[in-house]
């Protein structure tokens, strides 16, 4: 294993010379996140990430530390990395583009499109650990599946064997096993966590196009957003450039690590099948592309519409669970009661993770590969954040596309 034992390099080039060569500069002239993440830097806890703030056209980028830290290979925002499962809010917008196109509900029944689904048994506990079929009574919706109150396991048995997330079969396949094992509760009536669920989802999209899923959402979001970085096969040469995984905890040095079991290599044979629940690879570039087309309402900054405000505003950037059953929209996590206050957006298993407020037009993007964490470091963060949102700013030589059309 490689031992990290001191990262930080104390010049301030070093913590942004990986982000000059892109479009997304510091154009803050602030070091928040550079200064609170420097002891874990040099301490070796925090091998490199990729933090961004940005407040209404002012943002501050810091590329911290290092992608590969025996290497000395810096971190940019152009380095690939697994989102796990932000890929959900992926999923999302691809849905919402068919509800505003009227080619899906949110109430539809699932079975409209997946007949398998027409019928299914919730495994109910008995006496002396055994179990009981009942039917379900309420019907299973568009909506249920993807907020995670459709009452599936949050991966299928068998997912580690077939190699984690990417799991080595088609969506479709993955909907049809769902379809044949019990589920937990009637749907619409709890909230349970699902990668399963969000590949129903996408599975419905494809009946609905006709098209593979990851073809339909490169074709609508990706390519038009410009996301040139972001696919379920990352290349050789990209995997050459990832951000590499490490073991962290606290007052300890990260240690590398091949993989994690969710996870497992190869990245990008033909046995690697697109999974919508957490599968899509990804560079921090590419994902203030996406976010920023959330928080601009459904406007990319280049100028290109993924979505109508209104959509935006309904149907993703708050909950569409019932009251009681905690925030969370389509594959994203949203305020029950939307307010000025609220961010949605969405995190993934190796600690990545970026939300948005529509409202002030506001962003807040992590993006590393851990296994672990470092509470003292987020909290040291989230000062950072508490005081780049609190600054004064000055946005009026802001010449980026700010605006918002219908």
């Not at 407040?55 to 810091?62: K, T």
């Not at 830290?69 to 697994?82: G, Q």
Request: aromatic share 10%; glycine share 10%.
């Amino acid at each position: 294993m490689k031992n990290i034992k001191s990262l930080f390099v104390c010049a301030a080039a070093a913590f942004f010379a990986g982000c000059a060569s892109t479009e997304a500069l510091n154009n803050s002239g602030t070091d928040f996140a550079a200064k609170a993440l420097a002891p874990y830097l040099e301490s070796g806890e925090l091998p490199g990430a990729v933090n961004v703030f940005y407040n209404d056209g002012v943002q501050e980028v810091a590329c911290l530390g290092y992608a590969d830290a025996e290497k000395r290979r810096p971190i940019t925002l152009d380095s690939v990395f697994m989102q796990c499962s932000q890929t959900k809010g992926f999923c999302g917008v691809t849905i919402a583009i068919l509800v505003e196109e009227g080619k899906i509900g949110l109430d539809d029944p699932v079975s409209k499109y997946l007949p398998e689904f027409e019928n299914l048994w919730i495994a109910s506990p008995e006496s002396k650990g055994e179990l009981r079929l009942v039917k379900a009574k309420n019907t299973l919706t568009v909506r249920h599946v993807m907020n995670h109150t459709g009452g599936f396991p949050f991966e299928l048995p068998n997912y580690h064997a077939m190699g984690g997330w990417s799991r080595r079969m088609p969506l479709r396949s993955v909907a049809a096993v769902a379809a044949a094992l019990p589920i937990k509760f009637e749907p619409g009536t709890r909230a349970s966590y699902s990668n399963v669920g969000i590949d129903i989802g996408a599975a419905v999209v494809e009946v609905v196009t006709g098209k593979r899923w990851e073809d339909f959402l490169k074709e609508r979001v990706l390519d038009p957003l410009g996301m040139k970085s972001s696919s379920f096969w990352p290349t050789d040469a990209q995997l050459a450039g990832k951000i590499e995984m490490y073991d962290v905890n606290e007052a300890t040095p990260a240690k590398w690590r091949s993989e994690n079991p969710s996870m497992a290599r190869p990245y990008n044979d033909d046995r690697v099948f697109a999974s919508a629940g957490a599968g899509l690879w990804t560079t921090a570039a590419d994902q203030l592309k996406f976010y920023k087309m959330l928080m601009n309402l459904g406007m990319g900054e280049n100028g290109a519409r993924i979505l109508k405000e209104r959509t935006v505003k309904e149907i993703l950037a708050k909950s569409t669970r019932p009251k009681g059953l905690g925030g969370y929209s389509l594959g994203l996590t949203a305020p029950e009661v939307d307010s000025e206050e609220m961010w949605f957006g969405h995190g993934g298993a190796w600690g990545t993770n970026c939300s948005v407020n529509w409202h002030r037009r506001q962003l807040k993007l992590w993006a590393v590969q851990s296994c672990g964490n470092l509470k003292s470091m987020h909290k040291a963060r989230r000062k950072a954040e508490d005081e780049f949102f609190r600054m004064k700013i000055d946005n009026s030589g802001v010449d980026a596309y700010t605006g918002r059309m219908r």
